[in-house]
């Protein structure tokens, strides 16, 4: 039985000197969900650290919320911080303001709608290059697809194309390595064990290159519209311009961060829609109905309402960034539990997003749960986070993941064909192993009956 002290539960199974850390390694999305059952706020061993994982949708919004108390820290922020540097995505409180000033502008909605002109260009690229009949391995053709995307967004100089492609081929070991070391004993950490070696040859490979790419632009000094060149040029409020260790770790966070959750978010996309081919086919009607057969367009997003839902409603089965840490900055309160200062404080948008107290049918892919009609609880849905510190290129993840798959289901049948399913790869990100699916050309069939009548 749980040990329960001042609110906070105590998990069984912590073994010495290790703690947790074998199902944390093992499975961790099932020891993750086993955890409300033993209260609201849980403590886990990671170790010799603890850490205490918070269970309830408004006990993690108080988190989110409030992120002068709840600052990011914790070991994953901190693994994130050693692999892509104090970006955005793990800088502190205090920094956090003045570079979210620095890129604000570059999400801004009159940007975002020329960043759609690339992102058409780039899904017409890949869905016309598919043939009738293909098997493709949709993670690959995902990851392709928004690497060229996000790349042409922050450079478009050829100087940069191999940092991308570095920075690419280095995803799988970073975002395995970071999870990985984060759950790790410190020790074990600085250990020249094969995931540690793999790890720092793949994270170094990637600041090399991110590294060298900036170095040119300084060099050349011209102006090419992109996103490097408007962090080169930036001034903080008291005129400073930002350091070379500033702009490369925004420019990693953008790159690493941008790549795979948009990446891993649409081959889940892909994956649902063949396993629940009737919601298919209502996706199929929609996008016939506001594309025919071409590729989607900025002006289409406001008709695309279905197509939203349903990455929306993939982002809740499997939110790409699926743990998450946290530090307390001074005592705090949570519930009836008094956090003292330098807790570390751990929330999964996955625990949340699938606990059956909050969602109903947690397991059930449901697009139409997300119509405007529909209750929900506040704070079950948290794939970018919350509050001052919400993804900042949520709304760019969106527009390019809904002009991808309505093109894709206009244009194609999927199905899986018999194929394998894949096997969820809990690392950094959810990611889908080895997604392979069967795509039939639709342009020479009939509109659906629900069209013509």
């Not at 947790?20 to 059952?37: I, N, Q, V």
């Not at 886990?44 to 988190?63: S, Y």
């Not at 293909?134 to 194309?161: C, H, K, N, P």
Request: net charge neutral.
């Amino acid at each position: 039985m749980a040990k329960n002290h001042g609110g906070i539960t105590h998990a069984p199974g912590a073994l010495p000197i290790i703690g947790h850390l074998l199902p944390l390694l093992r499975d961790p999305l099932h020891f993750l969900s086993t955890l409300p059952a033993y209260g609201d706020l849980v403590q886990i061993r990671l170790g010799p650290q603890t850490a205490v994982v918070v269970c309830r949708p408004e006990l993690v919004q108080q988190v989110l919320l409030n992120d002068r108390i709840y600052d990011k820290g914790g070991p994953i922020i901190e693994r994130v911080g050693n692999a892509l540097g104090d970006g955005i995505a793990s800088c502190p409180h205090s920094a956090h303001r003045r570079q979210r000033r620095s890129l604000q502008p570059a999400f801004s909605r009159t940007c975002l709608r020329e960043y759609a002109t690339i992102m058409t260009g780039r899904i017409d690229a890949l869905t016309t290059g598919w043939s009738d009949g293909q098997t493709v391995e949709v993670g690959a053709q995902m990851y392709g697809l928004a690497s060229d995307t996000i790349a042409r967004t922050l450079f478009t100089a050829e100087a940069a194309a191999p940092a991308v492609e570095a920075v690419t081929a280095s995803l799988p070991d970073i975002f395995r390595g970071i999870y990985q070391q984060a759950v790790l004993p410190p020790l074990l950490r600085r250990l020249p064990l094969p995931p540690n070696v793999r790890y720092e040859r793949a994270r170094n490979r990637a600041w090399a290159a991110v590294s060298k790419t900036i170095s040119s632009y300084r060099q050349d000094g011209g102006p090419h519209g992109d996103v490097l060149s408007m962090l080169l040029k930036t001034q903080d409020d008291a005129g400073e311009p930002l350091s070379d260790a500033e702009i490369h770790a925004q420019i990693m966070t953008l790159l690493v961060a941008g790549i795979d959750t948009t990446a891993v978010a649409l081959t889940w996309a892909v994956h649902l829609l063949c396993q629940y081919p009737d919601v298919q086919e209502r996706l199929r009607i929609e996008t016939t109905e506001v594309l025919g057969t071409r590729t989607a367009t900025w002006e289409d997003l406001p008709r695309l309402d279905l197509a939203r839902r349903v990455i929306t409603e993939t982002l809740r089965l499997y939110p790409p960034g699926w743990i998450f840490t946290r530090t307390t900055s001074a005592e705090a309160r949570l519930a009836d539990a008094v956090i003292p200062p330098d807790t570390t404080l751990v929330y999964s948008p996955y625990l949340i997003h699938r606990d059956p107290r909050f969602n109903a049918r947690p397991d059930v892919f449901d697009p139409d749960r997300w119509l405007p009609e529909r209750e929900h609880t506040r704070g079950t849905l948290i794939p970018f986070g919350g509050g001052a510190r919400k993804c900042l290129g949520d709304n760019y993840a969106m527009t390019l993941a809904t002009l991808a798959l309505s093109t894709i289901v206009a244009q194609w049948r999927l199905s899986h064909g018999g194929l394998p399913i894949p096997a969820v790869e809990p690392r950094m990100t959810l990611a889908p192993h080895k997604v392979q699916v069967r795509v039939e050309s639709l342009e020479s069939e009939p509109l659906a009956d629900s069209i013509r009548q």
